[in-house]
């Protein structure tokens, strides 16, 4: 993330390499930070535009089942979250080869143009195809938009700021993980679903404002501006495209268990997994020292997390009798300790232990995700879960924000965008198929509709059997228990 015209206040050679930065921002002796005057709209900017995106994205969830069963698309209700999950991921990869070729501005004021649309598209959308259409726009748009944001990020902060900035990133989706179901809720009852959707557009302006002007001025143009313009990879292109569809087909075998689903399931791995092993760093899956250890333990701790979150509510309501509220609640507090972690790793005096610290995320995530299941022993109280997920967020605030600041640490200045965009898959792909293998044992023990399941959908699954839960957990405690390996192999 080094710009083709530089920060008047930083040193560039620092920037781009990573070593130690030049004089900070105000003359000799003041201290940059975050917030100081060269960065002050820059991190409000792109900080607000993560928080809104993450409103979004906890506050959907509210409103799909009202708007699904409005557009009389209950059937198709697994397949609005899938599409924004698959086009992300191409769009990841574009994101990748469009920053490094010329800079993080044009894919990232595109991909918050296609969110936007997508949001348009889906709170004005009069049938369940048109609305899971304007969730494939937003998918795109979400994808370029992460991948930028990593890129500015490598660019406009000097190495000793990006703990810094990804913690406030992380930070920015507390708020909205505690009070985006209720507010959307509230919207949806009192203006209907689709102000969930038409609101969002509106409020992104002024960050852009903030922020834009601060990106094209410091992270704008190619990496190297002496060097002859990258072309685009057709062939990275054509992966990205095999990822996408790959996933796409196998979530879809996932959710309709039936002898007929084995040939998508077979499709969709034919084009997945050589897709896979081409576009992400060599090493990736025999977990080689460095950079491939650190996107392949982005995959294992994002797709063992937020596959067994998935299932957290629907247990206590189905095995335990708590109300929707309350089993909602029970993850809250997570935001907090999540973001908690996020800020204890981008401490200066921890950056020596960082590695350190993310063996330790490890740890408690798997104790977390092998926790949880205890509660459907009647004698555990249900208090437990909430207790163990808090320990498990914190933990994962410990592991993502140190991720990516070791990967951009990692990366040479050129290599930033395809490099973010390896990660940002990572983290996208195992979310699909951990979650899609989870369902699957899931429905086979007797757990009810998978794509249900998936998004806590109790009434669905009623009568889930505990052994369905217990199939869940524990395997992807095993994954976090791998996980944990891997991140002691992130040193080079």
Excluded at 153 to 175: G, N
Aim: charged fraction near 10%; glycine fraction near 12%.
């Amino acid at each position: 993330m080094t710009a083709s015209e530089p920060h008047p206040t930083a040193d560039p050679p620092a920037l781009a390499s990573g070593s130690a930065p030049g004089p900070a921002p105000g003359g000799p002796g003041t201290k940059a930070g975050v917030l100081d005057r060269a960065h002050r709209a820059l991190s409000v900017g792109t900080v607000s535009v993560v928080l809104l995106i993450a409103f979004e994205a906890t506050a959907v969830g509210t409103a799909m089942p009202v708007a699904a069963r409005e557009l009389h698309g209950v059937a198709l209700y697994a397949f609005a979250f899938s599409a924004y999950f698959t086009t992300s991921l191409f769009a990841m990869v574009l994101a990748g080869q469009w920053s490094d070729r010329s800079g993080p501005l044009a894919p990232l004021t595109t991909g918050i143009s296609a969110f936007a649309a997508g949001l348009l598209l889906a709170g004005t959308a009069g049938s369940m195809l048109v609305f899971i259409l304007g969730r494939a726009v937003q998918g795109l748009g979400g994808g370029l938009v992460i991948v930028a944001l990593y890129v500015v990020v490598s660019r406009a902060y000097a190495e000793e700021l990006r703990p810094a900035i990804m913690a406030a990133f992380a930070a920015s989706w507390v708020v909205p993980s505690v009070v985006g179901p209720l507010v959307a809720g509230t919207v949806t009852e009192q203006l209907g679903w689709r102000w969930v959707f038409l609101g969002i557009p509106v409020l992104v302006v002024l960050p852009l404002a903030l922020a834009l002007p601060a990106i094209r001025r410091t992270a704008s143009g190619p990496a190297d501006p002496d060097a002859p313009p990258v072309p685009f990879d057709r062939r990275r292109i054509r992966l990205a495209l095999g990822i996408s569809l790959g996933a796409g087909l196998l979530q879809y075998a996932g959710q309709h268990l039936r002898l007929l689903s084995l040939l998508p399931a077979l499709a969709g791995a034919a084009l997945l997994v050589p897709s896979v092993l081409r576009l992400l760093p060599r090493g990736t899956y025999r977990a080689a020292r460095g950079l491939p250890s650190v996107v392949l333990l982005r995959g294992l701790a994002a797709g063992s997390f937020i596959a067994a979150e998935s299932f957290v509510p629907l247990m206590l309501v189905t095995q335990r009798g708590l109300s929707p509220t309350l089993a909602g609640l029970s993850l809250a507090v997570g935001g907090a300790t999540w973001a908690l972690g996020s800020f204890l790793q981008s401490r200066p005096r921890v950056a020596p232990y960082r590695e350190r610290l993310v063996v330790l995320g490890m740890v408690l995530v798997a104790a977390a995700i092998l926790t949880a299941p205890s509660v459907l022993i009647p004698a555990v109280p249900a208090w437990i879960v909430a207790v163990a997920w808090a320990v498990g967020c914190f933990g994962m605030g410990l592991v993502i924000a140190a991720t990516s600041v070791l990967l951009l640490k990692l990366s040479a200045p050129e290599e930033a965008g395809a490099n973010s965009a390896a990660l940002q898959i990572s983290d996208a792909l195992s979310n699909v198929l951990l979650l899609a293998g989870g369902g699957a044992a899931f429905a086979a023990l007797g757990g009810g509709a998978v794509g249900a399941a998936a998004h806590g959908a109790a009434h669905a699954a009623g009568g889930s059997h505990p052994a369905a839960f217990a199939a869940v957990f524990l395997p992807m405690a095993a994954v976090a228990l791998a996980g944990s390996w891997v991140a002691t192999r992130l040193r080079t």
